[in-house]
């Protein structure tokens, strides 16, 4: 009886730390205007515009996560997300952000 | 014995909590254009952080930083304004730009994209995207207090 009870709040725990996991993970669409940025998550080089990013946001709700875009002769772009402030997925559930860098004055 | 044990245990954990944790954030900046490392000096609330002989540290670089409410009044979050300054290459060393003394203009902008508020909750890697100075513009340097200013 007591290892049955220590068995269900095991398998309690493990479903919780799992679930807490996939939350906390973001899979987004990162579009630049014009195309060709390249992207930089948490200050590292990440890949390019056009690309999914999977963002980490761990288990601190006020983590926020810097994503960062460049492109030759335009300003930089950026956003600081906290987990709630993603951008809500579409009609097809994929989340995407375009982001417009203006020309360098 | 136990007793005594329990209070200098104790003690100790109110002195750890009563001075500010030290975190350490790794700044680089990078070319907006090239996306080439940009050699920069790196300052916390306004205050340039040296080494040990009092030389600037320069970009890339990793620096112990302490979150604590901003003593200069800029920001009221128990955050850090990091800036990064663009410096140049005299004689083969990275130095700060003087305005008058000879020295070249920054290559890079000392602009928004330089400066940010840093809070504990922040990625620990903080990258500057800066963008050339192609007009060969004169910035003054960070100091405390003081927000980013452009000069001719």
Known sequence: MGSNRFRAAGALLVAALAAACSSSDVA????????GATVYVDGERAGADGDTFALHFGGDSRRKVHVQLCLRGREPAEAMWELV?????DGRGVREKTFRLERVR | MRRL???LALAFSVAACGAPPLDLVHVKAISSDSQEPVPCAVYFDGER???LSGQPLVTPVSIAISFRPDPTGVHDSAGVKISVFPMISVDGKWKLPSEGTGDPAPGFRFDRH???????SDARTQLF???????GRWYELPSRGASISAGS
């Open chain 2, 49 to 51: 952080q040296d080494d």
């Open chain 2, 114 to 120: 330089a400066e940010r508020l840093m809070r504990r």
């Open chain 1, 85 to 89: 402030e993603v951008p809500s997925p």
């Open chain 2, 129 to 135: 995207i800066l963008l050339p100075n192609g007009d």
């Open chain 2, 5 to 7: 044990a329990w209070g």
């Open chain 1, 28 to 35: 987004i669409v990162i579009k630049s205007d014009p195309a």
